[in-house]
């Protein structure tokens, strides 16, 4: 992949944390013969009410179908009809929270919103769901369809969301899969930085300019930038999500396909058979890169296709999304120590702002990270702050941006009913600190050190990533992996430089670093010629 498309890649590649669904069960039986009895999905948000956590303390409520009546008024019914029973009524026209309300004055005991369009989680402004009391939750209009015509009009139905096992061999794929992309990235990058460094003293300024030309050299000038554009993108994206979510997929379609054959071709290199080229236009191409590259674009185009088949898509999501977090580890290098500190830093920021702080500054009350990472506001409109329903026409299965690692959860559990469940990590997790183990290891190489930087610093990545897993599963809510990432990583790094007494060194780097590549095998070409006139006095 091209440096400038590395960086236009990174503006999306951001700080995803860990995301879970807020789905539960909905246990319809019939009242007529209590052997036929089903279960759906339905979807609700934990800040407006809390569901019981298993089917025994859950407590029966007769249903009753309104739809397609809207409820948008409380004049749509008549007064009593809704009084202590469960009420479906169709999304649309109006607010969830104004059809809860309504509800809730003409005393139903839980509404269900049937849905056409997709099952988003509820949201509202947080100032107004305070003093409501009774369950809302989405529904599909499928489902509900379905109870009428398997169970017949004399249903009760209970409400309970199971809640999924605190540890799941789904985090330990996840885990392999981290900590082996950013300690074979980290390798990658110091063994293209001694190729260069061999390339430089052997009179090759060709061959380094070449290299230096395919890499972006990150000043902290470009950190600050890349952390402001990063705000912006995330930010446009939380507006602006339904028309910018395909651009992100063509960008990631095309990225990944490059990175993937970036990867491939260092390994089909190495084969010492099959190397007759093919010339065209004076320019000569080997024929298996060929056939690689229409591989890799294969491989691409089938993910676009098939992007939504949760049965399988992702597994070619995770091998793009790890050739993708390969290429940009190699691509992308940090002149030193400083860079890296400003640029973590600067994101660690970044990621808890938009985890933690934007839910007190969003009438939704949910953050902007998290909104976006699920798909904000699928279908609807935004009018002043309030989530109002556009009414219903079907779409499309529902866009998510392709900036994750997927992995299904491996133990099978209730609420699989309302689809697999997955276990996710962003791609920023993987690449960032990767940034910090690839330089550590280019000074390895530099230095001559055994690469007591890189394997001490690959360590701490995984040591982060573990303490990321345990307070994920102690605290039950999406975590910002960088928090616990970068302290570890940074302070590790650090100290080894401390104890080796090169710290100095190590925060400004080698001068190699940042200078041109070109510039770099003029002074190498220089200083030999140098010793050369000095040997010949």
């Known amino acids: 992949m091209g440096a400038a498309g590395a960086l236009r890649a990174a503006l999306w590649g951001l700080l995803f944390p860990l995301i879970s669904a ?5 246990h319809a039986f019939s009242n007529d013969n209590p052997l036929l009895k089903k279960d759906y999905c339905i979807v609700y948000n934990p800040s407006w009410t809390s569901l019981p956590s298993s089917l025994s303390s859950a407590t029966p409520t007769r249903l009753m179908i309104l739809a397609p009546k809207l409820l948008c008024s409380s004049s749509d019914v008549p007064r009593d009809i809704m009084k202590g029973k469960a009420v479906v009524v169709m999304r ?36 107004m769901y305070k003093n409501l009391s009774i369950p809302v939750v989405l529904i599909s209009y499928e489902d509900v369809l379905d109870i009428n015509k398997d169970l017949g009009n004399n249903v009760n139905v209970t409400l309970y969301s199971p809640p999924l096992p605190e540890f799941d061999f789904s985090m330990v794929v996840i885990f392999l899969i981290a900590v082996l992309t950013v300690a074979v990235g980290g390798f990658w990058s110091g ?69 993937l054959f970036s990867c491939l071709a260092v390994l089909i290199r190495k084969i010492p058979f099959g190397q007759c080229r093919l010339t065209c236009c004076n320019t000569s191409f080997e024929v298996r890169l ?34 993708f977090c390969l290429n940009f580890i190699k691509t992308l290098k940090m002149p030193n120590f400083k860079s890296c500190v400003i640029l973590l830093g600067l994101l660690l920021v970044y990621d808890v702002f938009f985890v933690f702080i934007t839910p007190y500054l969003t009438k939704t009350g949910e953050s902007i990270m998290v909104e976006v990472a699920t798909g904000p506001f699928r279908n609807s409109e935004k009018n002043y702050g309030n989530l109002v329903e556009a009414s219903a026409e079907r779409s499309a299965p529902r866009e998510k941006l392709p900036v994750v690692m997927r992995v299904p959860r491996l133990q099978l559990c209730t609420p699989m009913i309302c689809g697999v469940p ?8 993987i690449i960032l600190p990767g940034l910090l183990v690839a330089y550590c290891h280019r000074f390895d ?8 930087y890189y394997i001490s610093c690959s360590v701490a990545y995984a040591v982060g990533m573990l303490l990321t897993f345990v307070v994920l599963s102690l605290m039950k809510m999406a975590q910002p992996a960088l928090l616990y990432l970068v302290p570890c990583i940074l302070v590790t790094s650090a100290l080894v430089a401390w104890k080796r007494k090169e710290m100095k060194k190590f925060w400004d780097g080698n001068s190699y670093q940042v200078m041109d590549a070109g510039d770099f095998a003029a002074t190498e070409e220089n200083s030999t010629l140098s010793s050369e006139q000095c040997g010949g006095e």
């Open 22 to 26: 807020q789905e539960g069960i909905l």
């Open 92 to 127: 649309g026209n109006c607010t969830f929270l104004e059809k809860a309300w309504i509800a809730q004055k003409l005393g139903a005991k839980m509404l269900l919103i049937a849905s056409e369009t997709g099952l988003d989680t509820p949201s509202g402004d947080r100032t």
């Open 191 to 259: 063994m293209e930085e001694l190729e260069e460094l061999k390339a430089a003293r052997s009179a090759e300024p060709r061959e380094v300019s070449r290299k230096g030309s395919e890499s972006i050299i990150f000043s902290p000038v470009k950190v600050v930038v890349f952390v402001v554009l990063s705000c912006i993108m995330l930010v446009l994206l939380y507006y602006f999500y339904k028309w910018l979510v395909y651009v992100i997929i063509a960008i990631f379609c095309l990225a990944s396909a490059t990175s």
């Open 290 to 323: 060929i056939f690689l590259a229409g591989f890799c674009i294969a491989v691409s185009a089938v993910w676009v296709v098939f992007r939504n088949e949760d049965s399988w898509a992702w597994i070619l999501q995770d091998l793009l999304g790890i050739a």
């Open 422 to 429: 997955f276990s996710l990590l962003g791609f920023g997790d």
């Open 445 to 452: 190489v530099q230095t001559s050190s055994s690469s007591v």
